[in-house]
């Protein structure tokens, strides 16, 4: 069931966001809750555009509502400068020279007049876009700053792809002199162009993967399909669709990725005409035309090539949200264990929808698999989560990977099943509950000399956890067991 697009109109019949009791009696975290709606309004609103112009605008005349900071302008690569609200036309010479210092990255500036000034990266699909320069009279508190941040992450993202659009329209632009100039192709032009439009109104309402299988397979009258990069199924549209879905070896998918990748056009796969959607190299999608009898015209190829187009523009947003969602949880499980204050740590926690405000303990596990990545046993802990049906916070941490969860487990089959993942031995501590979430530095310590009585007591792969420790909780502390 396809989601209805959202509108400015219907942004403001929005539901207010419910408050726990905490929130009715605490002003900064209800202030803080509101600050995180109006940025995701903002953020819907810069996903909803496609005008640079307006995405600009639109921060910096949103940036003092969110506090006492504003944007003094956007320093673009190529050294173009954009002012933020009536501020000065033209970038100071010092000012690009700090800038241009920094490269792919951020850090303070120093502007006349300004107590304070941070350069953020707009980044986008293709790499850095530039930088978002704020100001405020003194430095602003931590929740300030990463508003910034999130504010300038999100414009980056919106005029990436404000500039996609703005590809597209001039490659229709094009399509239209081409009609005028060749009337022989008039019908074929005209079928080009309503192929464009339809496929422009799935990107810009949002409708998804099943809107863009949706869209090709009414314009080509084919059934259509939208793969991943190991060949599962991510959408269908039209009759057909076999059961269970058929998939193809690893082998003989990646040459047909090299081959895809070479051609860069719709090229023949067996009954299929298949063209790939690769925003970015690690971003990889395939758009499938169903087509045993080869009675594909060209209209039917523009119909593809745009919707392979449409797809990566889709891919590239999904995989943004998600870079996003996983850089904000790595850096609130990393502040939780380090130690963080109750307030700061339910606000970020309830922005990524999670419940913080229950008891939670820490986990930690260690464990070496067959796989060389670094980051081979952190899959391998978030899978046997999946798999087990806990809810919780994982990252890594010195080496190992921490735990921050409210479940109640049977550890040693969680052990088992990253054992068994990994193909060696795994040791789990557990520490103790924790009532609220500054606390849980100490049940990092309890879970890493839970941990140490496991390896240095016990034999094997195994569990102990720190509550149940007893009279060894002595011994927990001695550096030399």
């Known amino acids: 069931m396809t989601a209805e697009p959202t509108t400015p109109s219907s942004l403001a019949a929005l539901p207010a966001l419910p ?47 969110l506090g006492k900071w504003r944007v003094e302008g956007y320093s673009f690569t190529g050294g173009q400068w954009r002012p933020g609200g009536d501020h000065a036309n033209s970038v100071p010479g010092s000012l690009a020279r700090q800038l241009a210092a920094f490269g792919s990255g951020g850090g303070k500036v120093d502007l006349p007049g300004r107590g304070w000034a941070w350069a953020y990266p707009l980044r986008g699909v293709g790499g850095l876009l530039g930088h978002l320069v704020a100001s405020c009279e003194c430095e602003p508190s931590a929740e300030e700053r990463f508003l910034i941040q999130v504010m300038a992450q999100q414009t980056g993202v919106a005029v990436s792809n404000a500039r996609l659009h703005a590809r597209e329209r001039a490659t229709a632009a094009e399509l239209a ?45 084919m059934p259509v399909a939208i793969e991943d990069r190991y060949g599962n199924l991510s959408a269908w549209a039209g009759p057909g669709c076999p059961e269970p879905y058929p998939k193809e070896s690893f082998a003989k998918r990646e040459h047909l ?38 009675r594909a015209d060209s209209a039917d190829l523009v119909a593809l090539e745009h919707g392979a187009t449409v797809l990566s523009m889709e891919l590239a947003r999904l ?46 596990i260690e464990g070496k698999g067959r796989a060389r990545a670094h980051d ?28 921050v969860t ?25 520490g103790g509950l924790c009532a609220r979430p500054s606390e849980l530095p100490r049940s990092l310590r309890e879970a890493g000399l839970a941990l140490r009585l496991q390896k240095t007591l016990l034999h094997g792969s195994g569990v102990c956890e720190y509550p149940k420790l007893g009279i060894f909780r002595m011994l927990a502390a001695i550096p030399d067991l």
């Open 319 to 364: 995989r943004g949200i998600a870079d996003t969602e996983l850089r904000l949880r790595r850096d609130l499980v990393h502040d939780l264990l380090d130690g963080t204050d109750d307030d700061s740590a339910l606000t970020r926690a309830d922005a990524l929808a999670y419940d913080l405000r229950r008891p939670h303990r820490v986990v930690v």
């Open 406 to 430: 409210a479940s109640q487990a049977d550890w040693e089959q969680l052990c088992q099943a990253i054992m068994l993942d990994l193909g060696s031995r795994c040791h789990i501590g557990v």
């Open 177 to 221: 002199a081409a009609n005028t100039a060749l009337a022989e192709t008039v019908n074929s032009l005209r079928r080009s162009m309503d192929i464009h439009e339809r496929l422009t109104r799935v990107a810009v309402s949002g409708e998804g993967q099943p809107g863009i299988a949706r869209a090709v397979h009414e314009l080509t009258g």
């Open 376 to 403: 081979a046993l952190l899959n391998a802990v978030r899978r046997a989560l999946r798999q087990a049906r806990l809810a919780g916070l994982c990252e890594t941490w010195s080496g190992n990977v921490a735990v």
């Open 257 to 294: 990725l090299r081959r895809l990748l070479r051609e860069t056009k719709p090229a023949r796969d067996g009954e299929r005409l298949v063209m790939l959607a690769s925003p970015r190299t690690d971003v990889i999608g395939v758009l499938a035309l169903v087509d045993p009898g080869r």
């Open 19 to 65: 408050l726990r009791p905490a929130a009715a009696t605490d002003p900064g975290l209800r202030e803080r809750l509101g600050e995180f709606r109006a940025l995701l309004v903002i953020s819907l609103l810069m996903t909803e555009s496609v005008s640079e112009d307006q995405i600009l605008e639109l921060a910096a005349s949103s940036a003092p509502g």
